[in-house]
Nanobody, 125 residues
Framework: VQLQASGGGLVQAGGSLRLSCAASGRSFSSYAMGWFRQAPGDERKFVAALLWSGAGPNYADSVKGRFIISRDNSKNTVYLQMNSLEPEDTAVYYC???????????????????WGQGTQLTVSS
């Protein structure tokens, strides 16, 4: 599957932004989708993910209560609504698809095999 992330930009602390990730190729609706982020000098880290059905959204503690992941299988798109943004949220955000269909694991990074190109989010204080 090919993934194209968009929606990043520059936003002030406390603001909101929504990222989108459009998928093409294999059956999008069969795959768990996730968002990860990587800050300069840091490793890529889990942000949020949800199952192929849209069930079981899971969030990193650092974004819980502020970010919402959702998907629209009719549009082959997964979203990340980001609210109450903090400077610490500054990073390149990547969307990813699970390696196997109907995945039900713990959303660890190695379980994701297709990656988008990343979109930059910068939160100013």
């Amino acid at each position: 599957v090919q993934l194209q992330a968009s929606g990043g930009g520059l936003v002030q602390a406390g603001g909101s932004l929504r990222l989108s990730c459009a998928a093409s190729g294999r059956s999008f609706s069969s795959y768990a989708m996730g968002w990860f982020r990587q800050a300069p000098g840091d490793e890529r880290k889990f942000v949020a993910a949800l199952l192929w059905s849209g069930a079981g959204p899971n969030y990193a503690d650092s974004v819980k209560g502020r970010f919402i992941i959702s998907r629209d299988n009719s549009k082959n798109t997964v979203y990340l609504q980001m609210n109450s943004l903090e400077p610490e949220d500054t990073a390149v955000y990547y969307c990813a698809a699970a390696r196997a269909p109907y995945y039900t694991g713990s959303f660890s990074l190695p379980d994701f095999g297709s990656w988008g190109q990343g979109t930059q989010l910068t939160v100013s204080s």
